[in-house]
Structures are given as structure tokens and as C-alpha cells.
DNA sequence: TTTATATTGTCTCAATTTGTAACAATAATA
DNA sequence: TATTATTGTTACAAATTGAGACAATATAAA
């Protein structure tokens, strides 16, 4: 939803559609930013349109920053959603009219979308969520308490958790639900909430030092009755829309333990 | 593109396409079915458009069916593409006037085209391709060895091929490549071209065994000057079309020697 | 028929990685 | 000053992998 309201069909592509699953990370849990439209009591992945002559990503990217005032963001594609029926138009109805908007049977916001769906990874603690013209609220919701979602966003986010965890050795998930420097137990908690399990803490401590990812820094006080632990952020060849070639070295994505590693398998020969 | 020239632009969603890249494994190499437009001399992957009341990947799966005349094929969504400027008016119109066409300039083919990407696999020996009434011919191409491609075409066969490596210990590539009953060199010639290395031969046949997804049958007798090697087949519990949970105990995706596999943190306290 | 050859399947043992527990260090609290 | 919880490191056993050796054997060559 842009905040131009209403918008003219002539400056979207007709039937094509965004959808965004934020992912932030609150200090235990992961959480997702949602929407709530006004009078209407739907809630929503935030989402919009394409324009005419825009990229597909820069569409998504515009809508990011002026949904969470935050540029540079970790973006990434992840699947599209094409059913015939996913978008009803009962819903988007009763949106337009809680907006003061009676749309003809025929409004093209009624009609059938497509939507390429996107997760983005962001610092939490860095976004104050804003919510637009359309929508009451803009909320942080835990991923396991998330509210009744309209159309098939409840299948958007399961699809992106689990390609999150998917790629969580692959891509830049902790250096981007992080702040800039973290301690080795954060950084262990945004991989035990992706992964929905318990880690080994001396085992986990080994092998991110081994992998040469991380920077170690002086130590932080933070307060607690006990030995303080070392600040640690990622190197900076690891940069913000790439994928990290360099991790490939270091990270695999299996869960198991009877481990079938192609990477084990390369002939020196 | 559809059998129904010309199309009738009511019955497909404007501005929205496919393409698939169509891999077949053809006992040493990979191969990637192009077709050839006529009287063009334009190449480009099997594409096609989605009926206004048609699921996404039912018109794919229609489309592929209609191309190489197999059904139950194993198909995964990669990508979408969605550049403004991807595909340029000029070539389609091309293809167009080759085929008696003359479009105005606001015919809708020549419109800016968001395209939703797909790969799949199947095994090359099972399959006559045959082209359609736009195309000259609808042939095998090496991956390393591809005619110029209209369009962002070649970018969707590498974000292709990368998708592929990455998934090929996760996803059923083995399985649908290969004819039902294989041998382990076989097998292991697959996952060397899409690797792109060789990979050690005992430790690949001692995995691969280990793994427990082979079921072992009598032993060809192949017509080699050697010793003659067992058949193999995937155990049937990992079906086409299905995530293999259970390959996830068995299988990683990484590439190198210094790994962090997560799955070796599962705590067990 | 016999020998040679290439490939296959298995095994061995060293090298490396991981599982598990122990232990010292230490910042705040009692 | 003693206590407590957490952190970083180490040690050693267990498991996995790297690298090569070797026997088996289906065909070709002699």
C-alpha cells in the first residue's frame, strides 16, 4: 500500500504484488513486523505494488524504507505465490471502504495477484515501525503468536522461516539481526531461534572462531554477576546483499547427525 | 508460448511469464533444452504465460508438458525476474513478424514482462522434445556450451545452476536425472557436473551407502572390460514433488573443508 | 585358453573434526 | 570476603573423513 491513496492502476503493474516477512530478532526471540488496517481488524504482512517502469527489487526496497524508515536493508526473494484464489477480494474490499473508498466490482485491487514475497533481516532495536495512511498499527509479533493473517500470509511466513533456516549457514542472517557487535550468546540465540533448537554452547563457541568470520573485540561489562564476555562483529568482507562465497568455506546447512557432506567428498586428485 | 497462435491476450495475465530451464543429465554432462525461434535465429528457453483463472505452477506444468510431452515432472521455483528492463520489445516482435504478426507497438507481448522462473529435472533419455509452431527446434545444449539467449535468459540458466548446487544434497536431483535403476558411477557423475569437481570415489560410495537412501540390486553387466558394477535405486519413501525430510539427516550443502555444520551442535541436554 | 586391463567394492589406518565434560577466570552480589 | 552464574579454554574420547591398498571380476587382447 503506498501512501499516495488512491492509487492510479496506470502507475502499477496490474496482477503483481510484493509481500515482505521483516525479520527481527528481539534478544530471545525472533519477531515479525505486521500490519493492522484501520476499522477494519485485518492484519497483514506489509506488502505493495510494482511500478510501472521499477524494478522489482527497488519496488520492494522503496516499500521497505517507508514502512520502516531504514535503508540498506537485507533483502532477499525468496519464493512467488501464484494461486488462482490466494488473494480474495472480501478483504481488500473492506480495507479500501474502511478508507472511504467504494470500489466497482471490477477495481483492479480486487482483482487476482501474484506476489513475489521477500524476507528482510534487520536490527530490531534499530527500526521504529510507522504505520502508514491505511493501517492503525505496524507491530513486532512473536513468530509463534502472530495474529489471524488475511489471503495466504500465514503460509508466507512459514515459507520464509524455513527458507531462512535453510540458508542460515549460507547467508547473513546473524551479522544482520544483530547490532554491529554482539556477544557470543547472541549470536547463539539468533541461531537457536532460526533453528527452533538448543545448540551446544562449547561446540558453537569453537567452530565460529575457527570459521574466521568474527572480530573479537575488549571486553564488555554488562552487568551480571559473573565473568564478562568478549564484543565480537564480522569481518567486513562479509558485506550487507552478498552472499557470502567466503562462508561457503566455513558453514553448511544440514540438521542431522549422520552427515552425507558433499564438501568432504572433493578429490584432491 | 502456447500452440494457439496468436493468443488472445484475455486469456493470459499481462506483463506476467515463465521460463524454465529444463535439465537432463546425459551420462557425462548437463544439458539444458533451448528452443530456436524460426526464420530469427534466436534462441531462448521454453516459456510461456499464465491463464487468468490458472494457478502459477499448474501453467507451468502445463507448459512443460506441452514441451517435452512428460507430466510428473520434478519442478522448483528459483527466482523471479523483474528488471523493468529486462526483456526488450525488439526480439518478441521478431518473433512475431517470423510468424506472420505484425504487432502495434502496444501489443501486450511487447510489454515489460515480470518472469517467475523454474528448473526441472528429468531424465534426458525419457524425452523427445519437440517444438512447437514458433520454433524451428527444441534441442539439448551442454551448459557450457549454450547459443546467445534473448533476453536476461542466460542469467536465469546460471541463478539456475547455482540454485541447483546448492540444493543438491537437500532436493531429489539424483533421483530425477537419472533413469529409476543407476550405478554409483552414475550417480556420482551427477553430482560431479553439478558440482563442477570431481569428487573422491570411495568416500562418495561409502556415504552414499551409509546414507541409506539406495536400495542395491543385482549387478550389471555392463559390456565394460572390468568388473561389473551393482544397480541402485532411491528408496521409494522419497517421492518426486517432496522435500526429502529425511535426506536432511543424511545430507549438508556446503562446499570446502573448514565446515560448521549446525547440525553438529544439536544440543542433546 | 590364458593373460592383461580397467573398474568396482571393500577395507585399513592416519588425520581431522566433533561430543562431552572439566576447569579456571571473573564481574557482580550477598 | 565468599558465593554465584557465566564465559572462554582445554583435554580426551568418539566419530567421521582422507588417502591409499587390495581383491574381485567382466571383457579384451594375446
Same mark, same amino acid.
Request: glycine fraction near 6%; include cysteine; charged fraction near 25%.
Given at each position: 500500500?503506498?501512501?499516495?491513496?488512491?492509487?492510479? @492502476?496506470? /502507475?502499477? %503493474? *496490474?496482477?503483481?504484488?510484493? #509481500?515482505?516477512?521483516?525479520?527481527?530478532?528481539?534478544?530471545? +526471540?525472533?519477531?515479525?513486523?505486521?500490519?493492522?488496517?484501520?476499522?477494519?481488524?485485518?492484519?497483514?504482512?506489509?506488502?505493495?505494488?510494482?511500478?510501472?517502469?521499477?524494478?522489482?527489487?527497488?519496488?520492494?526496497?522503496?516499500?521497505?524504507?517507508?514502512?520502516?524508515?531504514?535503508?540498506?536493508?537485507?533483502?532477499?526473494?525468496?519464493?512467488?505465490?501464484?494461486?488462482?484464489?490466494?488473494?480474495?477480494?472480501?478483504?481488500?474490499?473492506?480495507?479500501?471502504?474502511?478508507?472511504?473508498?467504494?470500489?466497482?466490482?471490477?477495481?483492479?485491487?480486487?482483482?487476482?495477484?501474484?506476489?513475489?514475497?521477500?524476507?528482510?533481516?534487520?536490527?530490531?532495536?534499530?527500526?521504529?515501525?510507522?504505520?502508514?495512511?491505511?493501517?492503525?498499527?505496524?507491530?513486532?509479533? @512473536?513468530? /509463534?503468536? %502472530? *495474529?489471524?493473517?488475511?489471503? #495466504?500470509?500465514?503460509?508466507?511466513?512459514?515459507?520464509?522461516? +524455513?527458507?531462512?533456516?535453510?540458508?542460515?549457514?549460507?547467508?547473513?542472517?546473524?551479522?544482520?539481526?544483530?547490532?554491529?557487535?554482539?556477544?557470543?550468546?547472541?549470536?547463539?540465540?539468533?541461531?537457536?531461534?532460526?533453528?527452533?533448537?538448543?545448540?551446544?554452547?562449547?561446540?558453537?563457541?569453537?567452530?565460529?572462531?575457527?570459521?574466521?568470520?568474527?572480530?573479537?573485540?575488549?571486553?564488555?561489562?554488562?552487568?551480571?554477576?559473573?565473568?564478562?564476555?568478549?564484543?565480537?562483529?564480522?569481518?567486513?568482507?562479509?558485506?550487507?546483499?552478498?552472499?557470502?562465497?567466503?562462508?561457503?568455506?566455513?558453514?553448511?546447512?544440514?540438521?542431522?547427525?549422520?552427515?552425507?557432506?558433499?564438501?568432504?567428498?572433493?578429490?584432491?586428485?
Amino acid at each position: 500500500m503506498r501512501k499516495d491513496l488512491p492509487m492510479d @492502476p496506470k /502507475d502499477y %503493474l *496490474p496482477h503483481i504484488a510484493y #509481500d515482505s516477512v521483516i525479520v527481527g530478532f528481539s534478544g530471545d +526471540e525472533l519477531r515479525i513486523l505486521i500490519m493492522e488496517y484501520h476499522n477494519t481488524g485485518l492484519f497483514a504482512l506489509p506488502g505493495g505494488f510494482v511500478g510501472v517502469n521499477e524494478n522489482l527489487n527497488d519496488s520492494v526496497r522503496r516499500g521497505l524504507e517507508e514502512r520502516t524508515g531504514l535503508a540498506d536493508i537485507y533483502l532477499e526473494q525468496f519464493y512467488t505465490f501464484g494461486n488462482a484464489k490466494r488473494n480474495k477480494p472480501a478483504p481488500m474490499k473492506k480495507i479500501l471502504e474502511a478508507n472511504g473508498i467504494t470500489p466497482e466490482d471490477n477495481h483492479w485491487l480486487l482483482d487476482r495477484f501474484i506476489s513475489v514475497a521477500y524476507y528482510a533481516l534487520i536490527n530490531y532495536k534499530n527500526v521504529m515501525p510507522t504505520p502508514d495512511v491505511l493501517s492503525d498499527s505496524c507491530t513486532w509479533y @512473536p513468530i /509463534d503468536k %502472530l *495474529p489471524k493473517l488475511i489471503f #495466504d500470509h500465514a503460509d508466507i511466513v512459514t515459507k520464509a522461516i +524455513e527458507t531462512l533456516r535453510d540458508n542460515l549457514d549460507r547467508k547473513l542472517v546473524g551479522m544482520n539481526l544483530l547490532p554491529k557487535k554482539f556477544t557470543m550468546k547472541e549470536l547463539q540465540q539468533v541461531y537457536e531461534s532460526i533453528l527452533g533448537t538448543k545448540l551446544r554452547r562449547t561446540t558453537f563457541q569453537r567452530k565460529m572462531l575457527a570459521s574466521d568470520v568474527l572480530v573479537r573485540y575488549e571486553k564488555q561489562y554488562s552487568g551480571g554477576a559473573h565473568k564478562a564476555p568478549f564484543l565480537y562483529s564480522f569481518k567486513k568482507q562479509n558485506r550487507v546483499y552478498t552472499k557470502v562465497k567466503s562462508m561457503r568455506n566455513g558453514f553448511s546447512a544440514g540438521i542431522g547427525h549422520n552427515n552425507f557432506f558433499t564438501d568432504s567428498l572433493l578429490s584432491k586428485k
